[in-house]
């Protein structure tokens, strides 16, 4: 159960990452949104588009808005900020599906990186700057994450925290840091 000040805090990341998606600021998400996250990681790490890992990372991302785009009461192909924020704050409550879906898309964003088994920092930070978190942050977020202390993420902390980002209203989370600094 979210309390009033975890309900806040994960709204606040929930709408930075509706920000960071809704690349056209047209105020709605669609499949291409997610698909041109999912590629600009690849090319990011020049991965080509057809090559297993990122063929993995967009079929992720297909499943996830597979997902979410059930929200689309007017079948628009379009989903609205209030209608993305709800759905997570609903995960948050009972994980679910979403929650699992999101895990699959940060092993595969892990794959496409060349994370096998760990994140070294300058790999993270390139990740972040790639998903629109600006990059002077990442250096603080990557330490959030190696909650172990080796100085590596590991694929499991980094699927964690992506989990926590969208789900955990505590103000402790690892996950908070994953797309910079978040103001509730």
């Given at each position: 159960m979210l309390t009033t000040e975890g309900r806040r805090l994960l709204t606040a990341k929930l709408d930075r990452r509706f920000?960071?998606?809704d690349v056209d600021?047209?105020?709605h998400l669609g499949e291409r949104e997610l698909d041109d996250l999912a590629m600009g990681i690849a090319a990011g790490f020049d991965v080509p588009l057809d090559a297993p890992?990122?063929?993995a990372l967009r079929r992720a991302y297909a499943r996830l808005w597979s997902e979410l785009s059930q929200l689309d009461a007017d079948r628009d192909g379009l989903i609205s900020r209030g209608q993305y924020?709800?759905?997570w704050l609903r995960e948050a409550e009972q994980p679910g599906l979403l929650a699992e879906l999101v895990r699959t898309c940060a092993e595969a964003v892990a794959a496409v990186a060349g994370a096998e088994g760990d994140f070294y920092e300058p790999a993270f930070i390139r990740l972040q700057a790639l998903s629109g978190a600006h990059p002077?942050?990442?250096a603080a977020a990557f330490a959030r994450l190696d909650t172990d202390h080796d100085g590596m993420v590991s694929v499991t902390q980094f699927a964690n925290a992506y989990v926590d980002f969208f789900t955990s209203g505590d103000p402790a989370a690892p996950?908070?840091?994953l797309f910079g600094r978040i103001e509730p």
């Amino acid at each position: 159960m979210l309390t009033t000040e975890g309900r806040r805090l994960l709204t606040a990341k929930l709408d930075r990452r509706f920000d960071l998606l809704d690349v056209d600021g047209d105020g709605h998400l669609g499949e291409r949104e997610l698909d041109d996250l999912a590629m600009g990681i690849a090319a990011g790490f020049d991965v080509p588009l057809d090559a297993p890992t990122a063929v993995a990372l967009r079929r992720a991302y297909a499943r996830l808005w597979s997902e979410l785009s059930q929200l689309d009461a007017d079948r628009d192909g379009l989903i609205s900020r209030g209608q993305y924020v709800d759905a997570w704050l609903r995960e948050a409550e009972q994980p679910g599906l979403l929650a699992e879906l999101v895990r699959t898309c940060a092993e595969a964003v892990a794959a496409v990186a060349g994370a096998e088994g760990d994140f070294y920092e300058p790999a993270f930070i390139r990740l972040q700057a790639l998903s629109g978190a600006h990059p002077d942050q990442g250096a603080a977020a990557f330490a959030r994450l190696d909650t172990d202390h080796d100085g590596m993420v590991s694929v499991t902390q980094f699927a964690n925290a992506y989990v926590d980002f969208f789900t955990s209203g505590d103000p402790a989370a690892p996950g908070n840091a994953l797309f910079g600094r978040i103001e509730p």
